[in-house]
């Protein structure tokens, strides 16, 4: 089939990160000292990604800000007409550095933020860093940058939902990204400490929307509803190899940051291809793009052009194989295994974390 | 909105030519809007420093419309614009 356009570019230049979040959405098996593509490499991945039609460079990790050369791949972005985001942790983000992007073009600034509570940030960083995250999005916020704060919500800080969305309000965030953690790789592994009950998901769902509702106008709130305790899947990526690419800091190509965890894939490098080919032409990209490649319930679904079958890697997890219809959905054959491990919500919590740090996920 | 007030893009969005498609797009953190050729030459006026009334005389006479018929269209464009939060309305500075 003949590929769509491409919107946005994910670029995670690193795993390197100072935190150690138990949700990460990187891999489970991060090395450190592992290989990152080079200046020149990343250079050229914009401009292929630019070609293509990409209109958005995220610049994510880990950590971007680790990289000293995180600036000309910014100015190079600016160059090729993308607007660039920064999506960070805020380590690193110093006045110095802040202005160096803004000199460079970056257009709008994304900080984490693990909890509106300086203790519970920290305890759930890993390391302490709240404080400085809060100084971050200040010095953003005077340095001219937009603002957007994302928070992952699961069990141990959803009840402070309110407080959350009062927090971004008084940084002059003008959006703040309110997504429930996607259990894959690292929250996967921490599942019996994250997943929340029904009821606080109930309570925080109508209290964002409430706060929705007041500040439309003068906040934006993005709320990524949970895949655990719904009844259809999302539409995970908007489709597989349909918008967006990510390429990892090795120079492999992903449908989405996640998709490396699916057993039997491999993905192409731009150490070997051009985007261009990886993303029209390479097998990982065509196998779950547009429709015929669905089983049933999905191939006769009336909504199989508005989810797109769900999620590869929650059906990869959950069922086994990532060409199932994703276990989130009420008519896939798999959903057992999903309620099975919700439990509707009410499973033993179990107290401590295994923290996202090279090494850990064999714990 | 008042005629004297100042329409402008955000600090966060950016109007540019999409050379993929040749089309002008709004840019702003993980979102575009595709805009039509009225729009465009309505924000293409809006540079921080004209007012309103300003902007909709230039687009009568340009486009040979009534002020009342093009004030309204661009009134409209502009509210929308601005419920997306993609556009400000300064106050209109005062004049020595």
Known sequence: MTAPRPY?????????????????????SLESGAAELSTSEWMKVLHEASELGVLHALFSGGEP????????????????GLYSN?????????????????????????????ADDHELGDHLAGAPVHKSKLEAAQL???????????????????????AVI???????????????????????????????????????????????????GSMEIVYVTPDYFGTRPKPC???????????????????????????????????????????????????????????????????????FGGCRCQAALLSGDPSHTDPACEFSPYRQSLLDLSKGGSTTVRPDFVYRRPGASAL | MTPGCVPGLNAKTRLQVDRYSGDHVLLYP????????????????CDGKRSLEEICRRLAARFGVALDVMSF???????KLRQKGLIELRAPTARP
């Open chain 1, 86 to 114: 920064l999506i960070t942790s805020a380590v690193g983000f110093s006045r110095s550095r802040a202005e160096e992007l803004k000199r460079a073009g970056l257009d709008s600034v994304q900080i984490s933020f693990q």
């Open chain 1, 237 to 307: 990526m908007n489709g597989w190899g349909r918008r967006y690419l990510t390429v990892n800091p090795r120079g492999e190509v992903l449908p989405c940051p996640t998709a490396g965890e699916i057993k039997g894939m491999r993905f192409d490098s731009v150490l070997k291809n051009s985007l261009g080919w990886i993303w029209n032409e390479s097998e990982a990209f065509n196998r779950f793009r547009g429709t015929d490649w669905m089983p049933e319930p999905c191939r006769s679904c009336d909504q199989r052009e508005l989810d």
């Open chain 2, 30 to 45: 993980e979102g575009l809007l595709k805009l039509n050729p009225g729009a465009v030459a309505i924000l293409e006026l």
């Open chain 2, 73 to 79: 269209d661009v009134e409209e464009c502009l509210e």
């Open chain 1, 166 to 216: 009062s927090m971004a309000e008084a940084l002059g965030a003008e959006r703040l990204e309110l997504a429930h953690t996607q259990y894959y790789g690292w929250a996967f592994k921490n599942l019996e400490s994250l997943l929340p009950d029904r009821e606080q998901i109930q309570v925080a769902a109508l209290r964002v929307g409430e706060a929705a509702h007041r500040l439309r």
């Open chain 1, 65 to 80: 800000l680790q990289r000293p050369d995180l600036a000309d791949l910014v100015e190079c972005a600016r160059r090729l």
């Open chain 1, 140 to 162: 953003a916020r005077s340095v001219g940058f937009p603002l957007t704060l994302n928070v992952v919500l699961h069990r141990h800080n959803m009840d402070r939902v309110e």
């Open chain 1, 8 to 28: 946005g570019l994910l670029a995670e230049l690193t795993y390197r990160c100072p935190l150690h979040c138990p949700y990460c959405s990187n891999p489970l």
